[in-house]
């Protein structure tokens, strides 16, 4: 399975890659590494970035202490998004655009070879953050580098034995998971985000985010594992 990319590439970084159980400065390392090979040769990257555990942490600790609405859920997550997103423009400081992409009105024409996103708003993922600024630039697909590393037909966690999807349509993806946006969702593109990809043609490339010869061989045009949806 292959991808053709252009000059600039959006990632959906999820927050369980930077942060699986503590701030990953191994993988950080790598992934700046990894990204700055590619910006030496004329790419841009525009990163947004997850809360993942950093988000769980806040919510739960709440939650002993008084009823959380689901949009209390979606605040902390989004704070936690932005926590994670300054860390990793923090780390390409010498690339990277100063200046943290936190709401819509904040997407401009790219200056910098990096360019780091995070949550907005309640109501959808960074998964949606993501497809409005590769939409807004122009740019046809996302990469979603979290922890699911294709689609499965079923939870591969539980069904181990269940078939890995290359490819599908969006009608077809949608039809696999929930239809409305739950803080805490577990679906490789969250359903927002997954109306808005496919009402304005925008593929999603679903790969491994700690696999980075496999996004690596993505991003050059090559064989990878993985899924796209469009």
Request: glycine share 10%; charged share 25%; with cysteine.
């Amino acid at each position: 399975m292959k991808h053709s990319f252009g000059k600039t590439v959006v990632i959906a970084l999820g927050g369980s890659i930077i942060y699986p159980k503590e701030i990953d400065v191994r993988f950080l390392g790598q992934f700046k590494s990894f990204i700055e090979s590619f910006t030496k040769k004329g790419m841009r990257f525009v990163l947004v970035v997850g809360g993942g555990k950093v988000s769980r942490i806040y919510q739960a600790a709440a939650a002993k202490v008084a009823p959380l609405t689901d949009d209390d859920k979606d605040w902390l997550g989004i704070h936690a998004t932005r926590s994670n997103a300054h860390l990793v423009r923090t780390v390409f400081r010498k690339v990277a655009d100063p200046v943290i992409v936190d709401s819509r009105n904040k997407i401009k024409k790219l200056k910098h070879p990096v360019t780091v996103a995070s949550g907005w708003r309640p109501g959808w993922s960074t998964d949606y953050v993501a497809m409005a600024i590769a939409h807004k630039l122009g740019v046809r697909e996302v990469v979603i580098a979290g922890k699911p590393n294709a689609v499965y037909e079923k939870n591969p966690d539980r069904h181990v034995k269940m078939g890995r999807i290359s490819c599908l349509r969006w009608g077809s993806y949608r039809a696999l998971i929930p239809k409305e946006w739950k803080p805490g969702l577990h679906a490789p593109v969250d359903p927002v985000a997954a109306r808005f990809a496919e009402r304005n043609g925008i593929v999603a490339v679903i790969v491994g985010g700690r696999r980075l010869k496999n996004l690596e061989r993505s991003l050059r045009g090559e064989n990878f594992q993985g899924t796209i949806i469009e």
